[in-house]
């Protein structure tokens, strides 16, 4: 040994740096576990991070792993190893059937790797019987298999399956970071870098991918509009208006992160913090809604859509659920910004 350990720090993920040193180092120690649970807000990097440990794990440079050139590596970069896989659900869920093919296939040592990874995405959108299943790998697992669960949050977990894994909780990363990055790695030009880290809320994933689509963008308008246009609704209009958006769980999912940005937002206006806002575009409307609607009512819509988000989590009936959110959203005419106030 000269000193410098064989797996390095130096992976392909941006930020999250304690959580690749604590990996590396049990790496290097030779105590890898059988099982992580990586938790955190989607489009943060939990599956970037859970490759690059899959890339670490398997990759063939004797000098600092992972390499990110050797034939391991890039092929895991691109889900293209046969000993790597990526399971996610299979349509609203992740079924029973596709766990036992899984273990099937754990059920054979890997071709060429060391390890057989398999990265179990959204783990939070497995049905019960699916975790049931799970449990007995979790239980027994061989020698040469390493399980990746990511999940947006640990809470509707069976309990019995986060006290076998390891837990990973990410959190999200500091907007300066995410400019930086969208500059550096992905030529995004400076003007839009800063607005899309700042809209991001510390989600990588969201700023990259919205660099790389213009209607990612296009969409987060239309979902904030329909939030405002309800605030501004009897009952029966906000039904009317939220009826298209619970037919698409995926993006109902994303429409409640984004909504509780939104609150999140008036409550740092009501309280004239210096945190910048996540949606500074929507200022002229944040500051209309913390000026009427008291704190405590605040805290109740961000309860109600947090609430409504684990429902659709759990497959509770997504009209039904986003009815009652409706209910309790605070009444008030917003007054459009005057042209040009928006960014
Ligand atoms: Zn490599």
Known sequence: MDGQPLYSTHWPVIGHKWAVEHLARSLNHGRVRHAYLITGPSGIGKTTLARAFAQAVNCLSEEARPCGECRACTLIAHDGYADVNVIQADGNTLKIEQIRDMQHMLALRPVEARYRVVILRHFQDATPQAMDALLKTLEEPPSYVILLLTADTADTLLPTIKSRCQPINLRVLPTTLIRRALEERWQVEPERAALLAQLSGGRIGWAVRAA????????????????????????????????????????????????????????????????????????????????????????????????????????????????????????????????????
Do not use: C
């Open 212 to 343: 790389e689509d213009e209607t990612l963008l296009a969409q987060r308008s239309e979902w904030l509009d329909l939030l405002e246009k309800a605030i501004g609704q009897s009952r029966v209009g906000r039904f009317m208006l939220v009826e298209p958006l619970s037919r698409d769980k995926a993006s109902l999912a994303a429409a409640m992160e984004l909504w509780q940005s939104y609150w999140r937002d008036v409550l740092l206006v009501s309280h004239s913090t210096t945190t910048p806002i996540a949606n500074r575009d929507r200022r002229h409307a944040l500051e209309q809604i913390a000026a009427a609607v008291k704190v405590e009512d605040v805290q109740r819509v961000l309860n109600a859509i947090r609430r409504t988000a684990k429902y659709v989590d759990q497959n509770v009936n997504a009209r039904l659920a986003l009815e009652v959110l409706m209910l309790d959203l605070p009444q008030l005419q917003l007054i459009q910004a005057p042209p040009g106030v928006r960014e």
